[in-house]
């Protein structure tokens, strides 16, 4: 079968404001995987881009500078295979009409925004940054068989 007729998995990375850890998750899914799966982001809303997620996606070598933060409704014609939840808060308000076409997987990741409030300087916030983004690219290595 030639390679370019394997159908590709269609898995949406979602969070809550698409600004951040969904971002990383669609960067690593079209930079480690992009053979085999066809991959989104989106919010629950919008909160804009991170440029603190873009710093240290470029520091791996993954430029997501591009990406842009999507409301959900942005892909609702697109047939999901998966739904991946990177929040709780949008595994809990995950829309129904997304949870009807696809399997939703829960795998949550720490917020680096929220833990880089309280950092002394920029380097020990972007550290937060870093940590979560290596979490995530361990995530998606798995993929797509740690899709359960």
């Not at 007729?5 to 979602?14: A, G, H």
């Amino acid at each position: 079968m030639p390679e370019d007729s394997v159908q590709k998995l269609k898995v949406l990375f979602l969070c809550t404001g698409n600004s951040c850890r969904s971002q990383m998750a669609e960067g690593w899914a079209r930079a480690l995987k992009g053979d085999v799966i066809d991959t989104y982001s989106a919010g629950i809303e919008t909160h804009g881009l991170n440029p603190n997620a873009v710093k240290v996606m470029a520091e791996a070598g993954v430029d997501i500078s591009g990406h842009t933060s999507k409301a959900v409704e942005a892909v609702e014609s697109v047939d999901f295979d998966y739904v991946v939840t990177v929040c709780g808060h949008a595994g809990e308000t995950c829309p129904m009409w997304l949870k009807g076409k696809a399997k939703v997987v829960h795998v949550g990741f720490d917020d680096p925004p929220k833990l880089a409030q309280d950092a002394k300087n920029e380097e020990e916030a972007l550290a937060h940054y870093r940590r979560v983004r290596d979490e995530i690219r361990a995530f998606v290595e798995s993929l797509p068989g740690g899709l359960g």
